[in-house]
């Protein structure tokens, strides 16, 4: 590899061909990402596509003003230190903010290394076009907003900004909130069983993590092989069945956890307190996401916890 300051002026502008080739492709298959969620921003990702080509043609007739027909293959794997891509678009599915955020810092970083440039340029004309493209692609985060309000107006903002809500309900959402009420509720009857059965905070430790696991696993893999998304949107399985798997393991262990202190009756009530917080919070998660009465949700939660409990506790007490 090379450090960008050993870069010849040549080597300066075939590198920004390939640069702009690159960032042209990367434009290019975030359209094709988000065409079907969001074709006004997929338009959006064409057109600066495009740009980045215009930029291309102009560097590359410098260079064949300057050095001829043969130009030199160097790509940024090839500089030591030099800006590399987050490669979010070989991702299955992409949330259309990542998508913005990334067009927005490949510009600040491509304006930064014309910049650079410009300053070891010698030859006033390859100075002079270096100079332009770091003020173009500066420019390009107001040309971005340009071109956004163009294709996507504040009403098709709203519509996207819907859509990404929902995939991400459908996504994360539902599978981790399914895992947390399943981690929280179902676990309550063995733990609490075998703490009022035995009376040993240790045995009670030992079941909670039990069951906890257990339910993880067996949560994560039924998620994970419910339905492949392809029909219903919701997106990667093995997404989905991490998420709901490692959210019903810690809605198990947050009332299995507080067993390590030896003191049976101290450990109970400290496993109490953080059950009610567990069924606050799916309540709070069921009305924030899921579009469920605040009132309704707790009473529907509470009162099924409260059941599995009060199982758990005349099963271990008979």
């Known amino acids: ?19 702009e080739e690159e960032d042209s492709q990367i434009y290019l298959s975030f359209a094709n990402k988000v065409r079907a969620d969001y074709p006004s921003t997929a338009q959006m990702f064409e057109e600066m596509a495009a740009e980045e080509q215009g930029h291309k043609n ?23 230190g030099f800006m590399r891509r987050n490669p979010i678009w070989l991702l299955e599915s992409i949330r259309i903010e990542d998508v913005r955020s990334q067009a927005e810092l490949m510009e600040i970083e491509a304006s930064k290394f014309y910049a650079r440039a410009a300053e070891m340029a010698r030859d006033v004309e390859i100075r002079k076009l270096l100079g332009d493209l770091a003020l173009a692609e500066r420019g390009h985060e107001a040309r971005a907003l340009e071109i956004e309000r163009k294709n996507v107006p504040e009403d098709i903002r709203a519509e996207e900004s819907e859509v990404s809500r929902r995939l991400f309900v459908l996504q994360i959402v539902q599978p981790g909130l399914a895992g947390l009420i399943d981690g929280s509720v179902s676990t309550l009857a063995p733990i609490f069983a075998a703490a009022f059965a035995t009376h040993s905070s240790h045995d009670a430790f030992l079941v909670g993590i039990a069951a906890s696991l257990g339910a993880g696993i067996s949560m994560g893999l039924t998620e994970a092989m419910s339905d492949d998304g392809a029909i219903t949107g919701r997106g990667s399985p093995w997404l989905r069945g991490v998420v709901c798997g490692i959210m019903t393991t810690l809605g198990g262990l947050g009332h299995t956890l507080p067993y390590l202190i030896s003191d049976f009756m101290l450990a109970t009530a400290v496993a109490a307190v953080l059950v009610a917080a567990e069924l606050a919070a799916i309540s709070w998660i069921r009305w924030k996401y899921m579009d469920t009465p605040i009132a309704s949700a707790l009473v529907q939660v509470v009162l099924g916890g409260a059941l599995v409990l009060l199982t758990g506790i005349l099963i271990g007490s008979a």
Do not use: C, H, W
């Open 1 to 19: 590899m090379k450090n960008f300051a050993q870069l010849t002026e040549a080597e300066i502008l075939a590198l920004a061909v390939s640069s």
């Open 58 to 80: 102009q560097l590359l007739e410098l260079f064949r003003s300057r050095f001829g027909e043969r130009l030199p293959y160097i790509t940024r794997q090839d500089v030591r």
